[in-house]
């Protein structure tokens, strides 16, 4: 198993970035406050030079600690669990953002081997207006080059906003994936198994980006996740929106819960559904899927046979009428406990989180929880 430094959304440990200009601005009024050290017995050449000197050091510590401070808060993308990597992709660019942090890096290297030059040539002059003058170049110097960063900043600025709304999951946690085309139901049936609050709305793509709820069955806490619908088209072909929960299948899913609707409300053809589950199949062969057929409280018992008869085998519910809502629960706690039988991670979370009493004797090679 991965050991990844971070499993909830590492983007939110991430602060107030300032922009370049308000970098700059705030630099250049503390150097004007820097209160001198001068002494009594030095010379006025003497302080003038301290003075000088200390607001092209303040000047240089203030943007080189904001530029770090904007470096450091961001997590070593190497570091990163899969799906927060793709969800960057998604919302902006990783291999952009590393190479601007390194533009970053690079610049504040520049302005502390600039400081260090003006410096020998501050102490090499006596005369006051040549200090005067060789701090007023540093300071134009110092903001040529740091305003360069703009644009970078600004785009960072603008990333990490979406990359916080990203919610935190667990990969410790069992995880069950809702999917299937838009309006099926999935956010209903997320708001009735879990403690997830999407918005439910009467049309298509209410949900715009993934939300996650968490369930306990018996002592273990499992996460369920709502995703944005998908449309049968073309991996390739996925908006943004789609991509989220191509990205919640491929890398946290640990069940798969796909919904059917053979309603007359239904968005897209049985056929396309059909397809559309069967691509993710294709695509991801080792998700563990559960289909389920929503609705059934506009369907006869007739058209419910005949819909299950062409999906498959799938379990019949209606959110509406919570008819068969309690059986696909019995079915994924089910499910729940062969995958924490099964899983090595699983297993070691139980070791860590459960109490002792819980855990299965020595002599036992299985774990057989009452969920």
């Not at 953002?97 to 002059?125: D, F, N, P, Y």
């Not at 297993?347 to 459960?354: G, M, T």
């Not at 002792?356 to 009452?370: G, H, V």
């Amino acid at each position: 198993m991965n050991n990844f430094s971070q499993s909830r959304n590492p983007f939110r440990k991430i602060s107030y970035i300032s922009p370049i200009s308000e970098i700059i601005d705030n630099a250049f009024k503390r150097s004007k406050t820097t209160k001198s050290r001068a002494k009594k017995r030095m010379t006025r050449e003497e302080k003038i030079a301290i003075v000088e000197r200390d607001k092209i050091t303040t000047l240089s510590s203030e943007i080189i600690s904001k530029l770090d401070s904007i470096i450091n808060q961001f997590p070593w993308i190497e570091d990163l669990h899969p799906f927060y990597i793709e969800i960057c992709n998604l919302m902006g660019d990783v291999n952009k953002i590393k190479k601007i942090l390194g533009r970053l890096a690079g610049i504040s290297q520049q302005i502390r081997e600039m400081e260090k030059e003006q410096l020998v040539k501050l102490k090499q002059t006596r005369h006051p207006l040549e200090m005067a003058q060789i701090r007023r170049e540093t300071g134009g110097r110092f903001a040529s080059l740091v305003k360069k960063a703009s644009g970078d900043v600004k785009y960072l600025i603008k990333v990490i906003k979406k990359l916080k709304m990203v919610p935190d999951f667990d990969m410790m946690l069992p995880t069950i994936v809702i999917a299937g085309a838009p309006n099926v139901g999935k956010s209903s049936l997320v708001r009735e198994i879990s403690s997830g609050t999407p918005e439910v709305g009467e049309y298509p793509f209410t949900t715009k980006q993934i939300v996650f709820g968490h369930r306990d069955f018996g002592f273990m806490k499992v996460q369920v996740v709502d995703t944005p619908g998908l449309l049968d088209r073309p991996f390739s072909r996925r908006n943004v929106i789609e991509r989220q929960s191509i990205a919640s299948i491929q890398h946290i899913a640990d069940i798969t819960v796909f919904m059917f609707d053979y309603s007359k409300d239904t968005t897209i053809t049985p056929s396309e559904q059909i397809n559309l589950m069967n691509d993710i199949q294709n695509e991801f062969p080792n998700t563990e899927i559960i289909q389920v057929l929503n609705k059934i409280d506009l369907l006869s018992k007739e058209e419910t046979q005949k819909a299950q008869d062409f999906f498959g085998l799938s379990i019949p519910i209606s959110i509406e009428t919570k008819m068969g809502v309690d059986n696909l629960n019995l079915e994924l706690e089910r499910r729940i406990k062969e995958l924490i039988n099964s899983s090595e991670k699983f297993k070691e979370y139980f070791k860590i989180n459960i109490a002792e009493e819980f855990l299965p004797s020595k002599e036992d090679d299985t774990i057989n929880y009452e969920l």
